[in-house]
């Protein structure tokens, strides 16, 4: 049985697989690491399985759909983000149409909205809900022998052949993931045509992205992946495996310079982080990596995993006023925060950090503070945006209730060039100034002398540094410099 998994073209170097899916300034572009994930544990069942990742290749929807057509698949999968939720519906549609195929949209805007995905997309059969591998394998497993009508299989809501929709139960989340395939191994047989295409501001290049675990325990209010695809219970791959597999890229990646490890949050377990740095250790790792992080890793952590190779943590700084941190459910404070960035600098680990504007309690003053916060913190780089709400999130039911959404029209979400729009209108904060506020808190943090000097210190002393900077800077200087900032659009650097 064939299975045509597809990430469908879009914006040129849109990110769907990204906590806040767009084209990024910085040009950075995810992996479809989740679809990615879903068609590995596909082939390891026997199924026959081709993943096209339509931005990453830089296709046109065409060709894309002409591959499915071609392939002559039974199951086509079709991955959504909110943002493009509407092309998503109109590729899964072509194919359908095109192959005859059993059709099926995943990912986290089906997740939030099941039944409403399916009721504007009329030719396709059924949608996922949460984490969808398993769920993708049990259907597989169901066509095959011969099933029109997936009555059984949990987290799947499916279009009856007289029209009905159905929602079958809620499937519980894979308690074991170390069935999971290694995502390398899959970039390596359906993506390595391309693999130095993508990019991510805050590594290395080229990169390969892997998890080692799923979900985060956090309730932050407005994080997608684990109130819409992955839990809050952090499910973790076996230490030996994640070491495996870094050693399978550097044996099969010819030139890759770093890993990024995509966890929400790698440090919820600083156990395991200090084991998994000692047995990259032991078994001497040489690439270089970059995790998520909290502002809360000690420094005997940060020391060991620095000398397991870790080169950056991107971590979620967000406000300097502790009533917003509190409103946003961070379940941490301004002291810690600065007591990790003293730690990191002192175990020598780069820092990347995200300051988020626009939640609860924001006011002029807050967002001041926040500015000051992020000098006196010094991360190496750092970004400024606006709050971006998905449906799904808590983030989103508190816009949506105190009737700040500017729109339900999910095609809004980005501008005409696919860049991140806030739709997110606070009569006393107006999303227009929020963006003017990031782009001048982004020149002020970049273009202090102070910062410039230790940056071509940097440069001049790390050749690698220098590659990445100067990359960066290429697809970035515009907007740092242009004063208007870039229409309606926001920033959103790394992530």
């Known amino acids: 049985m064939r299975v045509y998994c597809l990430n469908a073209p879009f914006h040129r170097n849109y990110s769907s697989h990204q906590r806040s899916p767009a084209v990024t300034k910085s040009r950075t572009l995810y992996y479809p690491i989740w679809l990615a994930y879903a068609a590995g544990l596909l082939e390891t069942e026997g199924f026959e399985v081709l993943l096209v990742d339509g931005p990453g290749e830089d296709i046109t929807f065409e060709e894309a759909v ?131 295409r993508y990019f991510y501001a805050i590594t290395r290049h080229p990169v390969v992205t892997i998890v080692t675990g799923r979900g985060c325990p956090y309730t932050c209010t407005y994080c997608l992946f684990p109130q819409t695809l992955t839990g809050h219970n952090y499910r973790r791959r076996p230490v030996e ?74 971590v979620g700084v967000e406000s300097a006023d502790q009533e917003i941190l509190d409103n946003v459910e961070k379940r941490i404070d301004a002291g810690q925060i600065e007591r990790f960035f003293a730690a990191a600098k002192r175990a020598d680990v780069l820092v990347h950090g995200c300051f988020m504007v626009g939640n609860k309690g924001e006011t002029r003053d807050s967002l001041e503070r926040t ?38 029209d999910w095609d809004r979400w980005l501008t005409p060039e696919g860049l991140h729009r806030s739709v997110v209108e606070r009569p006393d904060l107006p999303s227009e100034e929020l963006r003017r506020f990031c782009d001048r808190a982004r020149r002020e943090f ?40 870039g229409a309606t659009a926001v920033d959103e650097g790394a992530a």
């Open 371 to 408: 500015l000051a916060f992020a000098k006196r913190l010094e991360p190496d780089t750092a970004q400024f945006f606006p709050l971006m709400v998905y449906p799904g999130t808590k983030a989103y039911e508190w816009a949506d209730q105190a009737k700040l959404l500017e729109t339900r």
């Open 446 to 485: 970049y273009l202090r002398p102070g910062y410039v000097a230790r940056k071509a210190r940097q440069v001049a002393t790390d050749p690698y540094e220098a590659r990445r900077t100067v990359k960066s800077l290429a697809t970035f200087a515009r907007y740092l410099l242009d004063r208007d900032g």
């Open 241 to 314: 495996a994640v070491v495996d597999e870094f050693k399978y890229i550097e044996r099969e990646f010819p030139g890759v310079r770093e890993v990024f490890i995509e966890d929400d949050t790698l440090t919820v377990d600083k156990k395991r982080c200090r084991r998994l740095a000692e047995e990259m250790i032991r078994r001497k790792v040489k690439l270089r990596w970059t995790a998520n992080a909290r502002c809360d890793v000690d420094y005997e952590t940060l020391r060991v995993m620095r000398q397991a190779g870790l080169r950056l943590l991107c």
């Open 66 to 196: 002409a591959r499915g057509r071609d392939f002559q698949p039974d199951l086509v999968v079709v991955s959504t983000s909110t943002p493009s939720i509407t092309n998503d519906i109109r590729a899964a549609e072509a194919l359908a149409e095109a192959t005859g195929a059993y059709t099926v949209l995943v990912g986290t805007h089906t997740s939030a909205a099941p039944r409403e995905t399916l009721e504007q997309a009329p030719r396709v059969h059924a949608v996922t809900r949460q984490e969808y591998d398993w769920t993708l394998l049990e259907l597989a497993r169901a066509l095959e022998g011969g099933a029109r009508r997936p009555e059984g299989i949990r987290g799947l809501t499916w279009r009856d052949p007289d029209g009905t929709l159905v929602t079958n139960p809620d499937r519980p989340y894979q308690a074991d993931i170390s069935g999971l395939p290694h995502a390398a191994r899959v970039y390596k047989r359906h993506l390595f045509g391309h693999w130095t």
